[in-house]
Structures are given as C-alpha cells and as structure tokens.
C-alpha cells in the first residue's frame, strides 16, 4: 500500500473540518467513547486532535482532568490554538504519529479520533505499544476508528452513506479490520480488549492496560 498522507496539505485538512461535524452516528461512537473513560481519569493524551472535538468533550465530562492534543496539521494545530489557547487545562503538542511519540509521560487514558488509520499497519502496531507502555495500570485506550470494511461492495455501502463518489475517496486511509486490530491489541498485552460500537467503517476499539 502507497505511503500517501494529504493532511499535510491546508487544502485537504480543510475540507475534512467542512464535513467532520456530518458525520453520521459519529456522535453514536463519541458517547460509547465517554461511556468507557473512567471517573477517576485525570490525565489524558489525544493522538490526532483534530480541531480538538474529542479532547473537548472529554474535558466537558470530566472537568477536573487535564489534557494534552496531539496533531502536526497546521490547519488543525491552528485550530487548536484558537480553541484552547486560554484553557490552561489543555497542552497542545505538535508531532506527526508517523514517528515514535515522545516522552508526554504517563496517562490515564490515551485517545484517539479518526486518525490511526492514516498510519501503515507496521506503524499501527508500534504505536500500539508505544500507547501500552505510556498508560497508567488500569489506564485505557480508546480508539473511535475508520476501519476496512469485510468486502468491496460494503466500502461502497460505507462511501455512498457519507455522499463521497468512489473516484474521491481519500488515498490517505489504510484501513484494517477491527477483529485484526483487537488481535494486535491482546498480543501487546492489553486485557478487555473489544469493540464496544460500530456503524460500518467506523468502530470504537477499547482496550485496558493491566492493572
């Protein structure tokens, strides 16, 4: 599979955030997500920010934690800035998950937003450890992802209910099945390791790092 990511580019970063609220039943997974963050967190890494959705609603569930946002878009790192600059309970990092995160310390619960499955599954993986290894015991790793679908024709099921004509489908996805993701997971070491919603291509990948 070509190595190809856009979100480098202003262009394709901007006509993401022109859509990414119409997502459909994307609020469906994001309330599964909050569902399966303990009360107890108080430190938690975002991979993949965004425009800072997620780490936003997680901080307006749990107003007591702290966060750090992870991107290397500037479109979206701008977009960051603009939206947390002021909180002084959120940390905006630049760094591309293409390489090894850096020393961020120790979480609660890292997540993560439609944005691992712009990475090769090799890197996929990786990160996957490196994600094991930063969590707290008992931390949790949740990922609400756009996975592959079982055949062509449901890609084509997926890609229709979003409105996007096969021609314009975005050579920066490398999708991967949940059941081969979840399988990774439990050989990393992660326990209660399952899928708690999916809708199609988009899945809520759950994982808990042993006590």
């Known amino acids: 599979m070509d190595d190809v990511n856009l979100w480098t580019e202003a262009a394709h970063a901007e006509r993401y955030l022109q859509i990414a609220y119409r997502i459909p039943r994307r609020e469906e997974g994001e309330a599964s997500l909050l569902e399966c963050v303990p009360t107890r967190t108080r430190r938690i890494l975002d991979l993949g920010s965004g425009e800072g959705r997620l780490i936003g609603l997680l901080l307006d569930h749990l107003p007591e934690a702290t966060g750090i946002a992870v991107d290397f878009s500037d479109t979206m790192l701008d977009r960051l800035h603009a939206r947390f600059g002021n909180d002084p309970r959120v940390t905006v990092v630049r760094h591309d998950l293409d390489a090894p995160l850096p020393d961020l310390g120790a979480f609660d619960a890292i997540v993560s937003s439609f944005a691992i499955h712009h990475l090769v599954d090799d890197r996929k993986r990786a990160l996957y450890r490196e994600i094991h290894d930063r969590l707290l015991p008992g931390g949790v790793f949740l990922n609400l992802e756009h996975v592959a679908s079982a055949t062509p024709a449901l890609h084509q099921w997926f890609l229709g209910a979003l409105g996007v004509a096969p021609e314009d489908d975005d050579p920066s996805n490398k999708l ?33 790092k042993a006590p």
């Not at 059941?179 to 808990?208: P, S």
Request: some cysteine; aromatic content about 12%.
């Open 176 to 208: 991967t099945p949940v059941e081969t993701q979840l399988q990774w997971l439990r050989a990393i070491g992660f326990v209660e390791v399952d899928c708690h919603w999916k809708w199609r291509e988009l899945a809520l990948l759950a994982a808990v």
